[in-house]
């Protein structure tokens, strides 16, 4: 009983048989032992034309080690590798392209003329679903003057872009650009930023730019301590929480015991610390985190649209038909009982499926009601029926005046409906 | 009745799970041969009790066997990193479908590297018993 499944199927691919916790430990101790002999190839020379095998192994293996692992080989062979990363994507489409190869790239790719190339051109691509991925990449590099006077202007483009991940890393890469520019390239404001709404972005470009050296707001950090919101049962306040603490145990070189899954109450102690070492090192009046819950409202339900390629968007809904828009649910609007009533009839007979359609990266998730099974779509392959209903939630919330989020909820729906 | 076939073995053994959580597994900068925080480590063969989000190992549509439980529900913000995934395998023969929004999965956890073809495939491994 105690040997693990999933280890028994390693177990089986590497010709391990063991059946108990001590043979399976034993295993682990025999593969750590002969793997270290068997590593990696990573700097043998290797013909262009082989780096097409590692592609396919870092997009198709059935293992998602074993992808990471071909991922970093292909990266860290810089250019070399990248035709066969180009040859891939013509051949299989660039969706089939995973996250980890891009972001290995980003990471090990280097500063080849091909690679940034790659780089750019998934950056610069709004239908590519790691293209915030590829913007990071040329945001880091861009501490190198050349590049940064080179990306700059991508940058620009983009530090308003509707995906959340999208500015982050291109507000990243403009500062990085203009820190690493010359006095006299230097035209700071000549880029006119937006107000960030989006919590999750202002947390993580905080981060980032203390990561790498750059002014930031340490109020961005400190009043993500307190951050407990959730969405439709996704603790997302939490994770926001993490990293903020992350970050500002790196700047202030303790975390206080902040503990991201602790409740406000019991890291109040640590977030008294880490508020002193912070007021202490920046000498700024910085105000006490509080605690920032979800609204005293009970949702029935909601839809997530999540998208790396339009932004995202998020509506839930209460029992008497006020809907309320955002991650933190900052606006509202009442929708007429009679519209809501239909509404809330017509769902009861709609089913939702767990999952429709292969999500690679965007999706839809909606819950009609309070209770009932959430169901997560990927793009195009809403089913119809759900699509006319949620039409109709656009209808009504159109005629209680709010046109502005039914005219968005229209227009990322076009992304999911079954074609 | 395929919620309590999952719980059988758990009601059996009558174990309490203990719960921990992400922000314990992957509050630690991991690489491969460093040696984990001790908290970590006396998770080794425990049965848990944790929430998280379920993500299919390839992209597919249908009912799974395995699968990663991970931390973050987009994937938006990096793939995750090897203490960030608690890979999952559910009984031989059982079989269910991929979860929207966040699970809780109780079973016994596996800590330690696991390696397949010299790479780490998996620091943390668990017999999923039972997804709620």
Redesign the interface.
Same mark, same amino acid.
């Given at each position: 009983?105690?040997?693990?499944?999933?280890?028994?199927?390693?177990a089986k691919?590497?010709h391990f048989g063991y059946q108990t916790?001590h043979g399976?430990?034993l295993a682990?101790l025999l593969?750590?032992l002969t793997?270290t002999s068997?590593?990696?190839f990573a700097h043998e020379p290797q013909e262009p034309a082989q780096w097409g095998a590692d592609v396919v192994r870092a997009c198709t293996s059935?293992?998602?080690?074993?992808r990471?692992?071909a991922s970093k080989k292909v990266a860290q062979a810089g250019d070399a590798a990248v035709p066969a990363v180009r040859e891939f994507a013509a051949t299989h489409g660039k969706d089939a392209l995973?996250?980890?190869m891009v972001?290995a790239i980003v990471d090990l790719g280097g500063n080849g003329e091909a690679v940034l190339a790659l780089l750019t051109d998934w950056a610069s691509d709004r239908d590519f679903y790691w293209r915030?991925?590829a913007m990071k990449g040329l945001a880091v590099r861009s501490k190198e003057p050349l590049l940064g006077a080179r990306f700059r202007q991508l940058f620009a483009a983009h530090e308003q872009d509707a995906?959340w991940?999208m500015r982050v890393y291109a507000q990243l890469g403009f500062a990085l650009a203009e820190k690493s520019a010359t006095a006299a390239e230097a035209t700071p404001g000549d880029v006119v930023r937006a107000k960030e709404l989006d919590p999750r972005a202002s947390t993580?470009l905080a981060a980032l730019r203390s990561q790498h050296g750059l002014p930031f707001a340490p109020a961005h950090l400190m009043d993500a301590l307190g951050d407990e919101r959730t969405f439709?049962?996704?603790?997302w306040g939490r994770?926001r929480a993490?990293e903020a603490c992350t970050a500002l145990q790196n700047w202030l070189g303790a975390d206080g015991g902040y503990?991201?899954?602790a409740s406000f109450a019991e890291n109040r102690a640590a977030i008294d610390q880490l508020l002193k070492l912070a007021r202490s090192k920046t000498n700024l009046a910085l105000l006490a985190p509080v605690q920032i819950k979800d609204p005293e409202v009970t949702f029935t339900g909601g839809i997530e649209l999540?998208s790396?390629r339009n932004g995202d968007l998020f509506i839930r809904w209460t029992k008497d038909g006020t809907i309320f828009a955002g991650l933190d649910a900052a606006t509202s609007t009442a929708l007429s009982q009679s519209a809501w009533q239909t509404l809330s009839q017509t769902a009861t007979s709609l089913r939702v499926e767990?999952?429709?359609?292969?999500?690679?990266?965007d999706k839809l998730?909606l819950?009609l009601c309070k209770d009932a099974l959430?169901?997560?779509t990927a793009p195009a392959a809403l089913a119809p029926t759900l699509a006319d209903w949620l039409k109709q939630v656009a209808a009504r919330i159109e005629e209680a005046e709010n046109p502005a989020l039914a005219s968005a909820l229209i227009d990322r729906l076009q992304q999911f409906v079954l074609r | 009745m395929k919620l309590a076939l999952l719980l059988l073995?758990l009601l059996l053994?009558g174990e309490e799970p203990k719960k921990t959580?992400?922000?314990?597994l992957s509050?630690f900068t991991w690489s491969i041969g460093v040696t984990l925080p001790k908290e970590v480590q006396l998770l080794d !063969?425990v049965t848990v009790d944790i929430s998280g989000f379920m993500m299919r190992?390839?992209?597919?549509?249908g009912p799974v066997n395995?699968f990663?439980l991970i931390? !973050?529900?987009?994937?938006?913000?990096?793939?995750p990193k090897?203490n960030e995934?608690v890979?999952?395998?559910?009984?031989?023969g059982v079989t269910m479908?991929?979860?929207?929004?966040?699970v809780h999965v109780i079973g016994?956890l596996?800590v330690?590297?696991?390696?397949? !073809?010299?790479?780490?495939?998996?620091l943390y491994?668990?017999?999923a018993d039972s997804v709620q």
């Open positions: 009983m105690a040997l693990s499944r999933v280890f028994h199927r390693t691919v590497s916790t399976m430990k682990r593969t750590a793997c068997a590593i990696v059935q293992r998602f080690g074993l990471l692992a995973p996250a980890a972001e915030a991925q995906a991940l993580k439709l049962g996704d603790p994770r993490q503990r991201s899954d999540l790396c767990p999952q429709s359609g292969v999500v690679i990266c998730r819950q959430h169901g997560v | 073995p053994l959580s992400f922000a314990v509050g !063969d190992e390839i992209p597919g549509s395995t990663l931390n !973050d529900a987009c994937g938006c913000n990096g793939t090897m995934i890979f999952c395998a559910l009984a031989e479908d991929v979860k929207p929004g966040i016994k596996f330690g590297e696991q390696k397949e !073809d010299g790479e780490v495939i998996a491994s668990m017999d």
